[in-house]
């Protein structure tokens, strides 16, 4: 199904994530959106993504009412925050300081540690406002690209001269009657900038597979738009005090979509931990681990058949030395994108000591093979790592 352009992800200097919202939503109200612009540390970007990545899992369990989208350049990573209202008092700012109180009252060595380790990383940051401009944006009849397909996202920025606002938009309102004449495909969202130092009046942001399909469909356009399409390009260079581009790279693995604004989120989640419950379902046989952040993974001998069964929410593990069961386990499981939590329930004598503790961990199931990894700051078995194959 082909992607409705002018749709959230494809907002504020960044960001397109497949997260399709009405047309007749976007005309009726504009779009205020925060972004965050980081410059990160020599050395460091490692470091920063990685943190992020545990603050999207935070989000993701707890349920943050606000999206963010991300991308990236060589200048650094930028994180965009959608909101209908800026001030303390609106219904959004009293649903984030109940979010953030939740999360640090059950989160708050883990959150620390994240923070710290992004700030750290962090050279300087700055904040920009941005509001979107339905009436200056261009939603072709049929889009391109499929949903997904895009990775990058190309912006152009016009620095108008003072006084000629309303002339600027006359030109691109013809420019985007004669894209629709011409039936152009690729469509392009217009935000204007109201907060930030030495700021373009607008901003065009479009999306694109990557640089090589960016520069063919914008020759193509040309070709098609002809002289009068270049004519109107040039008219609004000429009250334009600076013209500027830039190219950033979606960053899926960083952004997070909220229920609240992606409402086939909840049933897409719901999709996805019954197709992981169905992945898991079955009789493992642990092949590799390891148990220390530096340590080696180490083959399981074939004497030791240490087994795991998941049936729907349930969980047992054997230890099986040589014809005789060891230890068992198990209990009950829970599944969030691709972690997994689980609760023990009971265990025998050797493992009575961990009977009503949960641990997390992150999941990558490929056919018959499982990889079971913990989680920094999960509070257990965090740098356990098992390599385990269906039975």
């Given at each position: 199904?082909?992607?409705?352009?002018?749709?959230?992800?494809?907002?504020?200097?960044?960001?397109?994530?497949?997260?399709?919202?009405?047309?007749?939503?976007?005309?009726?109200?504009?779009?205020?959106?925060?972004?965050?612009?980081?410059?990160?540390?020599?050395?460091?970007?490692?470091?920063?993504?990685?943190?992020?990545?545990?603050?999207?899992?935070?989000?993701?369990?707890?349920?943050?009412?606000?999206?963010?989208?991300?991308?990236?350049?060589?200048?650094?990573?930028?994180?965009?925050?959608?909101?209908?209202?800026?001030?303390?008092?609106?219904?959004?700012?009293?649903?984030?300081?109940?979010?953030?109180?939740?999360?640090?009252?059950?989160?708050?060595?883990?959150?620390?540690?994240?923070?710290?380790?992004?700030?750290?990383?962090?050279?300087?940051?700055?904040?920009?406002?941005?509001?979107?401009?339905?009436?200056?944006?261009?939603?072709?009849?049929?889009?391109?690209?499929?949903?997904?397909?895009?990775?990058?996202?190309?912006?152009?920025?016009?620095?108008?001269?003072?006084?000629?606002?309303?002339?600027?938009?006359?030109?691109?309102?013809?420019?985007?009657?004669?894209?629709?004449?011409?039936?152009?495909?690729?469509?392009?969202?217009?935000?204007?900038?109201?907060?930030?130092?030495?700021?373009?009046?607008?901003?065009?942001?479009?999306?694109?597979?990557?640089?090589?399909?960016?520069?063919?469909?914008?020759?193509?356009?040309?070709?098609h738009l002809g002289?009068?399409?270049?004519?109107?390009?040039?008219?609004?260079?000429?009250?334009?005090?600076?013209?500027?581009?830039?190219?950033?790279?979606?960053?899926?693995?960083?952004?997070?979509?909220?229920?609240?604004?992606?409402p086939s989120s909840?049933?897409?989640?719901?999709?996805?931990?019954?197709?992981?419950?169905?992945?898991?379902?079955?009789?493992?046989?642990?092949?590799?681990?390891?148990?220390?952040?530096?340590?080696?993974?180490?083959?399981?001998?074939?004497?030791?058949?240490?087994?795991?069964?998941?049936?729907?929410?349930?969980?047992?593990?054997?230890?099986?030395?040589?014809?005789?069961?060891?230890?068992?386990?198990?209990?009950?499981?829970?599944?969030?994108?691709?972690?997994?939590?689980?609760?023990?329930?009971?265990?025998?004598?050797?493992?009575?000591?961990?009977?009503?503790?949960?641990?997390?961990?992150?999941?990558?199931?490929?056919?018959?093979s499982l990889v079971?990894?913990?989680?920094?700051?999960?509070?257990?078995?965090?740098?356990?790592?098992?390599?385990?194959?269906?039975?």
């Amino acid at each position: 199904m082909k992607r409705h352009v002018v749709s959230v992800f494809a907002a504020a200097v960044v960001f397109h994530l497949a997260i399709g919202m009405a047309q007749a939503q976007e005309e009726q109200q504009r779009t205020l959106w925060r972004l965050n612009k980081y410059v990160i540390k020599a050395s460091m970007e490692e470091q920063f993504v990685n943190a992020v990545k545990e603050l999207r899992e935070i989000d993701r369990k707890y349920h943050n009412p606000r999206s963010t989208f991300a991308s990236n350049n060589s200048s650094g990573y930028s994180f965009a925050i959608p909101e209908k209202n800026i001030g303390p008092d609106t219904e959004e700012s009293q649903m984030w300081r109940e979010y953030t109180q939740k999360t640090w009252e059950a989160e708050e060595d883990r959150l620390h540690d994240i923070f710290t380790r992004m700030y750290s990383a962090i050279q300087s940051r700055s904040v920009e406002l941005w509001q979107h401009n339905p009436g200056l944006s261009y939603t072709p009849e049929n889009p391109r690209l499929d949903e997904g397909e895009a990775g990058i996202i190309h912006i152009r920025a016009f620095f108008v001269k003072q006084g000629h606002g309303r002339q600027f938009r006359e030109i691109v309102s013809d420019y985007i009657e004669l894209c629709r004449e011409n039936n152009i495909p690729n469509g392009f969202n217009c935000y204007t900038l109201f907060a930030g130092e030495d700021m373009p009046q607008f901003v065009f942001v479009s999306e694109w597979k990557n640089s090589e399909d960016y520069t063919e469909q914008q020759s193509l356009t040309k070709d098609h738009l002809g002289e009068e399409g270049l004519n109107l390009f040039l008219q609004a260079l000429n009250i334009c005090d600076k013209y500027a581009q830039e190219e950033r790279t979606i960053q899926r693995q960083l952004s997070y979509i909220s229920e609240e604004q992606n409402p086939s989120s909840k049933e897409n989640t719901e999709h996805a931990h019954h197709d992981l419950h169905e992945k898991l379902n079955g009789t493992w046989r642990l092949s590799q681990s390891r148990s220390s952040e530096n340590g080696s993974l180490q083959n399981v001998p074939d004497v030791i058949q240490y087994m795991k069964v998941f049936d729907d929410g349930f969980f047992v593990v054997i230890n099986n030395n040589d014809g005789m069961v060891e230890t068992t386990h198990g209990g009950t499981y829970t599944i969030n994108g691709d972690k997994i939590t689980e609760k023990i329930l009971f265990g025998d004598e050797d493992r009575n000591n961990i009977v009503g503790s949960e641990f997390s961990f992150i999941l990558q199931v490929d056919g018959d093979s499982l990889v079971q990894k913990g989680i920094k700051g999960s509070g257990g078995l965090e740098d356990l790592e098992e390599h385990w194959k269906r039975r």
